[in-house]
């Protein structure tokens, strides 16, 4: 295994701020229809930053090591940094190029984070 695949493992096994937020501020649910995996996305937004994330969801390793990777790197930014994020951001903070048919996967929680934040 390499140090990438080690850290998506770990992230899967040992999610970051998995669970439910009770006060959060933005809430959005997603699922891909394509194998399943679902994500539920909590954050907490004050003055335009993002001050506490957490996520419940179930699927596949890449799906759920992706929302904990990424929550994990959203908190503290700005609405309008994140929603600049791409795939790209997400690919580099997975470190490691995946299939066309796992990107849907990666992208779902950003997908949801992004829904939630432009409404």
């Known amino acids: 295994m390499t140090i990438y695949q080690d850290i998506i493992v770990d992230h899967?096994?040992?999610?970051?701020?998995?669970?439910?937020l009770e006060d959060a501020t933005i809430?959005?649910?997603l699922k891909n229809y394509s194998c399943g995996d679902t994500i539920t996305v909590y954050l907490n937004v004050q003055d335009d930053t993002i001050t506490d994330v957490r996520f419940k969801g179930s699927g596949c390793?890449?799906?759920q090591a992706a929302a904990s990777i990424l929550l994990e790197n959203i908190k503290g930014k700005s609405i309008n940094?994140?929603?600049k994020l791409t795939y790209s951001d997400i690919q580099e903070l997975?470190?490691?190029?995946?299939?066309p048919a796992r990107v849907k996967c990666a992208e779902?929680?950003?997908?949801?984070?992004?829904?939630?934040?432009?409404?």
């Open 108 to 119: 779902l929680a950003l997908k949801a984070v992004q829904k939630g934040v432009t409404k």
């Open 61 to 63: 390793a890449i799906s």
């Open 94 to 99: 997975l470190g490691v190029k995946l299939s």
């Open 81 to 83: 940094e994140v929603k």
């Open 12 to 20: 899967y096994r040992n999610p970051r701020n998995k669970g439910v």
């Open 27 to 29: 809430s959005e649910s």
